[in-house]
């Protein structure tokens, strides 16, 4: 079976501060994908990153990065000098190839950035 | 590229009736299409999955008599909640699979929040 755990509920930060959101991973297969995404107050979910599981380089695009390390099956995101606009629910997610080809969602962590 | 839309953005509806949406990828063929229902501050849980031209496949614990998936076209599904009740009151978001067709290429809809009274 495949599971995706986000332990952080929700966190707070001050503008400008770094903040790293947690994600674990659980799946049999060898063939799977991860992401992250990011849901507004609107609702509409927003595609960040997708990473397969045989590439495990870490990412960084602008003021987001993703350490992928399959040694502890974890997918952390970390944003740099985070902004208000930055405040969000994010979603981490997973779909195993080799077997359910069905997106499981981690149950979310909702990101506060105080001005 | 690779627009899904959904119709309407909101809906509300009285208890007993049933209420149709719409879930359209705008530039690109789906073969397939997911729906997925959201709880109040909880994750996406899929429903149901969707291929053009068969029925859908539908998770377990999903009604399919309750909520009718019809794929219809290449472009369009659609979501019926039938007989509706407070307790399906919810935000539903469809997904396509993109050009590539896989299940790893998903691409959402913005939404549709349902408020039965």
């Known amino acids: 079976a495949q599971k995706v755990t986000q332990a952080q509920t929700e966190i707070s930060v001050v503008e400008k501060e770094d903040v790293t959101l947690d994600c674990v991973y659980e799946?049999?297969?060898?063939?799977?994908?991860l992401f992250w995404y990011k849901q507004p107050p609107s609702g509409e979910l927003v595609f960040l990153i997708r990473?397969?599981?045989?590439?495990?380089q870490n990412e960084i695009s602008g003021r987001y990065s993703w350490n992928f390390q399959k040694s502890t099956s974890s997918f952390n995101f970390t944003i740099t000098a985070s902004q208000v606009v930055d405040s969000a629910v994010y979603f981490c997610?997973?779909?195993?190839?080799?077997?359910?080809?069905?997106?499981?969602f981690g149950s979310g962590t909702r990101l506060l950035v105080r001005p | 590229g690779a627009v899904v839309s959904q119709h309407p953005s909101r809906v509300i509806c009285k208890s007993g009736t049933s209420v149709k949406i719409e879930c359209r990828s705008l530039?690109?063929?789906?073969?397939?299409m997911f729906w997925y229902r959201q709880f109040p501050k909880k994750s996406l849980m899929l429903m149901a999955t969707?291929?053009?031209?068969?029925?859908?496949?539908?998770e377990q614990g999903v009604e399919k008599d309750k909520f009718l998936i019809n794929h219809a076209s290449l472009t369009l599904s659609t979501l019926t909640v039938t007989s509706a009740h407070p307790e399906d009151s919810s935000f539903y978001i469809c997904?396509?699979?993109?050009?590539?067709?896989?299940?790893?290429?998903?691409?959402f809809g913005p939404g549709t929040r349902l408020t039965v009274t």
């Open positions: 997610a997973l779909i195993a190839m080799d077997s359910s080809y069905k997106l499981i």
């Open positions: 990473r397969n599981s045989f590439d495990e």
């Open positions: 530039d690109f063929q789906a073969t397939t």
């Open positions: 997904s396509a699979s993109g050009p590539t067709g896989g299940p790893n290429e998903q691409y």
């Open positions: 799946t049999r297969d060898t063939t799977y994908y």
């Open positions: 969707s291929n053009e031209g068969s029925k859908a496949t539908y």
